[in-house]
């Protein structure tokens, strides 16, 4: 596997379901990174990730938790979600102060 | 704060054709980085080309290029002989000086740009 990877590609999850989202990066980087993109909205940055320590919290709702075990590795574990969460979420990396590169995303469904 | 404008939701062209996508940012830093991503129907988000501020040339990537306009604020997407394959959605994105890891990207709202056979 090359680049920035993803998993799943596609969730359908109940509100009362708990799941996580999986990025991986294959490319040396040490900053990671959750977007989010909902219909007719810009993407929204959620976290980020700079060498396992997390230096920013876009006010996200504590229903998304991410987790990142080290630099190639980052997860968004979400628990009780609401049907307006359903949205593309996209996982991203760079080196410091470089260009972000994206993974595929994962398409979700809160029903 | 950052803001990122693209006044053009959609566009279409004739394949072969030169297409020019609009994108306007507000900010007070004098050191930053421009970027055009694209999106086509696969949701992957591929960066096109990549402006740094402090730079006077403009960025060019084969069929790709910007005309930057730091004064104005002004960072255009200038795609030639235009493929098929460049049907997607484009956005513009605004990223902050590097900060020790905080690097963060502001996106525009994106323009659906269609090549039409």
């Known amino acids: ?111 | 704060a950052q803001t990122v404008t693209q006044s053009q939701p959609e566009m279409s062209v004739q394949e072969a054709e030169t297409v020019t996508l609009s994108c306007t940012y507000d900010t007070s830093e004098n050191n930053y980085y421009l970027f055009w991503y694209k999106q086509p129907p696969s949701r992957q988000m591929i960066l096109v080309i990549r402006q740094e501020a402090y730079k006077q040339q403009n960025a060019t990537e084969n069929r790709f290029s910007v005309n930057f306009q730091k004064a104005a604020k002004s960072f255009s997407l200038k795609i030639s002989d235009s493929q098929l394959g460049d049907t997607a959605m484009y956005f513009c994105a605004f990223m902050n000086p590097p900060n020790f890891g905080n690097e963060k990207l502001t996106f525009g709202t994106g323009t659906r740009l269609t090549i039409i056979p």
């Open chain 1, 1 to 111: 596997e090359t680049g920035v990877t993803q998993t799943p590609r596609h969730l359908v999850m109940g509100m009362t379901n708990k799941k996580s989202l999986k990025c991986e990066q294959h490319l040396g980087h040490n900053a990671m990174y959750w977007y989010k993109q909902s219909a007719k909205k810009p993407l929204e940055l959620m976290f980020v990730y700079n060498f396992k320590e997390q230096t920013e919290n876009n006010s996200v709702p504590s229903r998304f938790s991410p987790e990142c075990p080290n630099s190639s590795h980052l997860f968004l574990h979400l628990h009780t979600l609401q049907p307006e969460d359903s949205a593309l979420y996209l996982c991203a990396s760079s080196l410091q102060g470089g260009t972000q590169y994206f993974g595929p995303g994962t398409r979700l469904l809160v029903l």
